[in-house]
């Protein structure tokens, strides 16, 4: 079964800095995608980066870049000149259509708050 | 941006009642998906729909619950007889044909209070 690790439960940044987020994933499958979401107060889940596992290119959607280590099965998010407005719940998720799986499988999350 | 739409936002209930609560996926869509968050924890699979059936369902996912696609449009999650421990938000989400090259869309949940 595979499963997503988030071993940072909380995480603070000063707004305009850089705060990376952890993220390790377990799986026997070769194909698969993983996905970042943002959950703000309002709860609802917002798609911030997605990585295919084929890609060897790091993903970067403006101010948000992964690094993805496949071999070490690590996925972190960066997020660079952090905003007000980032703050908010971020799970990190993973997806594997070869194994017949439709399910994404979530990570606890990490709470990240920007101080001003 | 398309939009999946959830309601109720907020559904109180009594144990042992049943609740329907309702999703409307974006519109040219085919696959349909329910997920559940207790609070301050992850976010759990439920269920994902496709072609009018189950294609895949979780553990949590018990003979309790039930889904339904009714008129081609609302996609519907039942609780038959709820639980204390049902008490979540429910996210109905909905995706394309091209797969998880594809977005996948959330709706903006629905709060599920049993007491």
């Known amino acids: 079964a595979q499963t997503v690790t988030q071993s940072q439960p909380e995480m603070s940044v000063q707004e305009a800095e850089t705060v990376t987020l952890s993220c390790t994933y377990d799986?026997?499958?070769?194909?698969?995608?993983l996905f970042w979401y943002k959950q703000p107060p309002s709860r609802q889940m917002i798609l911030v980066i997605r990585q295919e596992a084929y890609k060897q290119q790091n993903a970067t959607e403006n101010r948000f870049s992964v690094n993805f280590q496949k071999a070490a099965k690590s996925f972190s998010l960066k997020i660079s000149d952090s905003q007000l407005g980032d703050t908010a719940m971020y799970f990190c998720?993973?997806?594997?259509?070869?194994?017949?799986?439709?399910?994404?499988?979530f990570g606890k999350g990490t709470k990240l708050t920007v101080n001003p | 941006e398309p939009e999946v739409t959830q309601t109720p936002s907020h559904q109180v209930t009594q144990m042992g009642q049943e609740v329907i609560l309702r999703c409307v996926p974006i519109s040219n869509h085919l696959y349909f998906y329910w997920y559940r968050q207790i609070l301050g924890q992850k976010v759990e699979f439920l269920v994902s729909f496709y072609n009018n059936e189950i294609s895949e369902k979780s553990e949590i996912f018990d003979d309790q619950f039930s889904v339904e696609r009714p008129d081609g449009s609302n996609f519907t999650l039942k609780i038959r007889s709820t639980k204390l421990e049902d008490s979540a938000m429910y996210f109905c989400?909905?995706?394309?044909?091209?797969?998880?090259?594809?977005?996948?869309?959330f709706g903006s949940g629905t709060q599920l209070s049993v007491l």
């Open positions: 998720a993973f997806a594997a259509p070869q194994g017949g799986s439709e399910k994404l499988v």
């Open positions: 799986t026997s499958e070769n194909n698969y995608y």
């Open positions: 989400a909905s995706r394309g044909m091209k797969g998880w090259a594809e977005k996948l869309f």
